[in-house]
């Protein structure tokens, strides 16, 4: 293979499915920009890996079970290098899928490259059209001899398109996995009405994918995609954040941190309440619309910025979303015949009015930090974790297994504990429990120390209950060095506590 290359993000205008393209083994069900980058993915894929250290190990441990097998996961998420941990992890526990992307610019080119050299399924590119985004998304569904039996979504789309075409097929899914607030604010919206015919997991509102995907992992990228597209310096800018959730949070601290001057508009009391408390003043959009820099949505709405309030920036102005859906932004109100769009460079756009003055649009009001950077792969470490925990709990609610086989499981607990969660959950879960509806993360997990190696000494095991995203926090500290603090008995009884948790109630969020 070549020594460099120029990125793939910057190729020949030929779409990629014009071409017919094949991996090393004659491999040639994919459709992604180049496959001759997969060795530059693969390294990018290997510097993932070592900072995703519960993921991988949770490979390591669970492989040789195969907890997947009979698994068919269709997957639309951002093809990334640590998405590509995951699909390596899932296709070792034993599934089979097939992926494609939830977001036009947010697909590593050289990544998808890897993946398809690999013999993995990939239809992605970075730059896509509209149309292209909804034929990747068919060929995914849709192949001889492919029945896929389960959806790992991000943003809904995916799962959208098999309700409206393909409701055969949706009835005999499993289940579903969905990690953005929009995709599951689409999933409650199905429920409510009735649509929606099999179950379905909101990883979004996890503890783990809350705390850190949402807050830690955008108070790094959301820098790391301003500066590479703007090379703007902080210090000084008037900076307005459209919703102060975690996302939100995160964007205000990255800021603050670098002499920012940030503002914040929120319709919930209480997060404004927080930003307040956080020393961020809270205001109307129209009252700092006319001053500040910086417009960064992330709200999960739509049309939070619309044409009138861009109309009234000055001249200069970047603005950029950092919630999934471009529908923050009303972009669509720009593309008239009196505005004139200039690309600056990937992602980046002037938009400019008769009289001169001009924004800067970055990623067409697409989620900036996938689309113009990158993010920490720890963070994506423990969201990955919280995924494939759900994929083996949803498989495990719809089999039929025997007690002998989830003793059999039973008894490697301290080695796999998603499928504890998964199977202890099925095998003390009253008939019926999973109708179709979608439900939150289960909040606890039994860890199992077992004593007995006989498939039938299952009542003889120490149990000890856990919370989900206590543990899975837990599997990352060794990273930091970090030594957790034991309760001691009195102090354990005196919080009403047991001493190995679970450590916050049902409800803390």
């Known amino acids: 293979s070549p020594a460099s290359y120029t990125s793939s993000d910057e190729e020949d205008d030929v779409s990629p499915r014009e071409k017919l393209q094949t991996n090393s083994k004659n491999f040639?069900?994919?459709?992604?920009?180049?496959?001759?980058?997969?060795?530059?993915?693969?390294?990018?894929?290997?510097?993932?890996?070592?900072?995703?250290?519960?993921?991988?190990d949770l490979r390591k441990r669970a492989q040789g079970d195969k907890p997947l097998n009979g698994a068919r996961i269709v997957g639309c998420t951002h093809i990334s290098a640590q998405s590509a941990v995951l699909i390596e992890t899932l296709s070792a526990l034993g599934a089979k899928v097939r992926w494609c992307c939830c977001n036009i610019y947010s697909t590593q080119n050289e990544v998808a490259a890897a993946l398809s050299e690999a013999g993995y399924s990939i239809f992605a590119w970075k730059g896509q059209e509209e149309e292209d985004f909804w034929w990747c998304i068919e060929k995914c569904i849709t192949a001889d001899g492919w029945h896929p039996n389960m959806i790992l979504d991000d943003g809904g789309d995916l799962t959208h398109s098999i309700i409206k075409k393909y409701q055969t097929i949706f009835r005999g899914m499993k289940g579903i996995v969905e990690e953005s607030v929009t995709g599951v604010h689409r999933l409650y919206q199905l429920a409510k009405t009735g649509k929606l015919s099999i179950p379905a997991m909101n990883v979004n509102d996890s503890v783990t994918k809350q705390k850190f995907d949402n807050l830690?992992?955008?108070?790094?990228?959301?820098?790391?995609?301003?500066?590479?597209?703007?090379?703007?310096?902080?210090?000084?800018?008037?900076?307005?954040?459209?919703?102060y959730g975690e996302v939100g949070k995160g964007c205000c601290s990255a800021l603050k941190g670098l002499g920012a001057v940030s503002y914040v508009t929120e319709i919930d009391p209480?997060?404004?309440?927080?930003?307040?408390?956080?020393?961020?003043?809270?205001?109307r959009l129209h009252e700092v619309v006319k001053t500040a820099d910086i417009f960064i949505t992330c709200s999960g709405n739509k049309n939070v910025i619309t044409r009138e309030?861009?109309?009234?920036?000055?001249?200069?102005a970047i603005v950029c979303n950092m919630g999934h859906s471009n529908t923050e932004i009303d972009v669509t109100s720009l593309k008239t015949n009196d505005l004139t769009w200039e690309k600056v460079r990937s992602q980046v756009d002037h938009v400019i009015w008769p009289d001169g003055k001009r924004i800067v649009l970055l990623a067409e009001g697409r989620l900036l930090n996938l689309s113009c950077s990158t993010v920490p792969s720890f963070v994506l470490s423990i969201t990955h974790c919280t995924q494939v925990g759900l994929h083996l709990y949803q498989i495990c609610i719809k089999l039929n297994v025997c007690k002998i086989n989830c003793s059999k499981y039973l008894s490697k607990l301290t080695l796999l504990p998603f499928q504890a969660l998964a199977l202890i959950e099925l095998f003390n879960a009253p008939e019926g429990r999973y109708k179709q509806d979608v439900y939150l993360l289960p909040k606890k997990m039994v860890l199992t120390?077992?004593?007995?190696?006989?498939?039938s000494d299952i009542n003889h095991?120490?149990?000890t209950i856990q919370?989900?995203?206590?543990?899975?926090?837990?599997?990352?500290?060794?990273?930091?060095?970090?030594?957790?603090?034991?309760?001691?008995?009195?102090?354990?009884?005196?919080l009403g506590l047991n001493k190995s948790g679970p450590f916050k109630p049902n409800y803390y969020r």
């Not at 309030?309 to 200069?316: H, V």
């Not at 990352?476 to 102090?491: C, R, S, V, Y």
């Open 28 to 56: 040639s069900d994919f459709c992604i920009r180049n496959i001759k980058h997969a060795d530059f993915g693969r390294r990018e894929i290997e510097i993932a890996e070592q900072e995703m250290p519960a993921l991988m």
């Open 216 to 243: 830690y992992s955008c108070r790094e990228s959301v820098l790391d995609g301003l500066k590479r597209t703007t090379d703007i310096m902080f210090g000084g800018k008037q900076v307005v954040i459209c919703g």
């Open 270 to 283: 209480i997060c404004a309440l927080q930003a307040c408390m956080d020393g961020i003043r809270v205001v």
């Open 309 to 316: 309030s861009l109309d009234k920036m000055k001249n200069g």
């Open 449 to 455: 120390l077992i004593h007995h190696t006989h498939h």
């Open 461 to 463: 095991a120490d149990h």
């Open 467 to 494: 919370s989900t995203d206590e543990y899975v926090a837990s599997l990352h500290l060794a990273t930091f060095d970090a030594h957790l603090t034991e309760l001691t008995d009195d102090q354990a009884k005196y």
